[in-house]
């Protein structure tokens, strides 16, 4: 099937340190959405990217894809403990189809 | 809210039960998922179903059923249960209406199978 990697697999950060998890994969996506599941949760809707080259802030968090569609990145500045949790990208393929990354597990250390 | 809700949270059963995981959305979404989620593996679909009676194969349908004879419920059935299904659960639903393809997720069945 498709695959979308992503990395790191995990990042210790002290609290305050800025974070990035990064998504590639090597053919052309329609979009990509982003996913924080908290421990113990359920992964949550955090924001969908279509455009080439768009970026999209949230706050703390700054979402970007890239030029070509194949890439995308989620950036948290000056973390909290607040944002400990997994992040996943999930590209879409073809009719309502996802593909998830295998996320990215944030620890802050207070 | 959209509310998505899983029968069972935690479930233990014995290899070679049959194993019914059900799903039901309260938001009319056509699209309904159902993913395996692993340590280190992310979230891997099983099958997915875009209209009533409608199913498509996603990554892993190996060893799984899927029905859906109404809008709101997607069922996930484990044929044989096998310890190699021991495993998170997770359902999920969407609508291509809303135009943010948005996935809404239940809060997911831990499975053990012995």
């Known amino acids: 099937g498709q695959q979308v990697m992503q990395i790191p697999q995990y990042q210790h950060v002290q609290e305050g340190e800025d974070f990035t998890t990064y998504c590639n994969s090597s053919?052309?996506?329609?979009?990509i959405q982003w996913y924080k599941q908290r421990p113990g949760g359920h992964p949550v809707f955090l924001i969908q990217l279509v455009k080439s080259g768009e970026v999209k802030k949230q706050k703390r968090l700054t979402f970007q894809f890239g030029e070509a569609k194949k890439n995308s990145s989620l950036h948290i500045t000056a973390t909290q403990t607040t944002d400990v949790g997994t992040y996943f990208c999930a590209a879409l393929w073809g009719f309502n189809k996802f593909y998830f990354g295998s996320g990215t597990k944030l620890n802050v250390k207070p | 809210d959209v509310k998505v809700t899983q029968s069972s949270r935690y479930l233990v059963k014995r290899t070679g039960e049959k194993v019914f995981l059900e799903c039901v959305q309260d938001m009319d979404h056509e699209n309904m998922f159902w993913y395996r989620q692993d340590p280190g593996l992310g979230l891997r679909l099983i099958y997915f179903?875009?209209?009533?009676?409608?199913?498509e194969k996603g990554d892993i349908p190996e060893g799984y059923s899927v029905s859906r004879e109404k809008k709101e419920r997607f069922s996930l059935i484990l044929e044989s249960a096998s310890t190699n299904q021991t495993s998170m659960y997770l359902c999920a639903s969407s609508s291509p209406r809303l135009g943010k393809e948005t996935q809404y997720f239940g809060p997911g069945t831990r499975l053990l199978v012995l």
């Open positions: 179903s875009y209209d009533v009676k409608m199913k």
């Open positions: 053919t052309t996506l329609s979009n």
